[in-house]
T-cell receptor, first 110, second 118 residues
Framework: GQNIDQPTEMTATEGAIVQINCTYQTSGFNGLFWYQQHAGEAPTFLSYNVLDGLEEKGRFSSFLSRSKGYSYLLLKELQMKDSASYLCALTNQAGTALIFGKGTTLSVSS | GAVVSQHPSWVICKSGTSVKIECRSLDFQATTMFWYRQFPKQSLMLMATSNEGSKATYEQGVEKDKFLINHASLTLSTLTVTSAHPEDSSFYIC??????????????FGEGSRLTVL
C-alpha cells in the first residue's frame, strides 16, 4: 500500500517563500503529484515528478528524491490567493488512481 | 484542457432516499473514471474506479451495494448513493483520465457534488 505524510498546516506572509514537505512509502512508484485545492472546490493539478530532481513551473517548483521517499513543493513570491490546501499524491498499486495525502493547509497573510 | 463536468453541484435529500451524481467528460473519452469522497477538512479518499463496460472496482471499506457505480459510456459515469443517511453527507468528486493518453499526471477533476442528507 501507500503511506503519505505531510504537515497539517503552515502559515506564511505575502512575498515569502514556503516549502511544503511530503514523505511517502509505497510498494510501487509511478510518480508523485502535487495538487492545489481551494475550500469547496475540486483539486487542480500543479506538478508531476517521476525522476529525481527539481521541476520548476513559474512560482511553483517540485522536488523529488525517490531514494529518500521525499518530495517538496516550493512556492515563491507568495500571494494571498495561494492560501489553499496542497495535496501530495501517489498512484495506487494498480498504477491507475491517485491516492492523496491528508493535505497541508497553507494560510498566507499580508 | 480537458473538461470533466459533474451534476448536480449541490443536492439536499431526506434520509433513506437515493441520490444520483453524474460525471461527464466533455471533450474526451474516458475509459476509466474515479470517484472520491472528501469529508470536511480531510483529504480526498478514493472510493472506486469506474471502468467503462465493466464492474467498478471498490476500495476497501466502501460498500458497493450502497454506492452504485455505472459507467455505461466512454463519457459518462454515475454514482448513486442508495438509502442515504446523514453520515453520507460529503463532497463527492469524480475524475477521469483520457483514453489513450499517457499518464502525464494530469487527472482531470469534476467540480464536485456536495451532498447533504437531512
Amino acid at each position: 500500500g501507500q503511506n503519505i505524510d505531510q504537515p497539517t498546516e503552515m502559515t506564511a506572509t505575502e512575498g515569502a517563500i514556503v516549502q511544503i514537505n511530503c514523505t511517502y512509502q509505497t510498494s510501487g512508484f509511478n510518480g508523485l503529484f502535487w495538487y492545489q485545492q481551494h475550500a469547496g472546490e475540486a483539486p487542480t493539478f500543479l506538478s508531476y515528478n517521476v525522476l529525481d530532481g527539481l521541476e520548476e513551473k513559474g512560482r511553483f517548483s517540485s522536488f523529488l528524491s525517490r531514494s529518500k521517499g521525499y518530495s517538496y513543493l516550493l512556492l515563491k513570491e507568495l500571494q494571498m490567493k495561494d492560501s489553499a490546501s496542497y495535496l501530495c499524491a501517489l498512484t495506487n498499486q494498480a498504477g491507475t488512481a491517485l491516492i492523496f495525502g491528508k493535505g497541508t493547509t497553507l494560510s498566507v497573510s499580508s | 484542457g480537458a473538461v470533466v463536468s459533474q451534476h448536480p453541484s449541490w443536492v439536499i435529500c431526506k434520509s433513506g432516499t437515493s441520490v444520483k451524481i453524474e460525471c461527464r467528460s466533455l471533450d474526451f473519452q474516458a475509459t476509466t473514471m474515479f470517484w472520491y469522497r472528501q469529508f470536511p477538512k480531510q483529504s480526498l479518499m478514493l472510493m472506486a474506479t469506474s471502468n467503462e463496460g465493466s464492474k467498478a472496482t471498490y476500495e476497501q471499506g466502501v460498500e458497493k451495494d450502497k454506492f452504485l457505480i455505472n459507467h455505461a459510456s466512454l463519457t459518462l459515469s454515475t454514482l448513486t448513493v442508495t438509502s442515504a443517511h446523514p453520515e453520507d453527507s460529503s463532497f463527492y468528486i469524480c475524475s477521469a483520465i483520457a483514453t489513450g493518453k499517457p499518464n502525464t499526471g494530469e487527472l482531470f477533476f469534476g467540480e464536485g457534488s456536495r451532498l447533504t442528507v437531512l
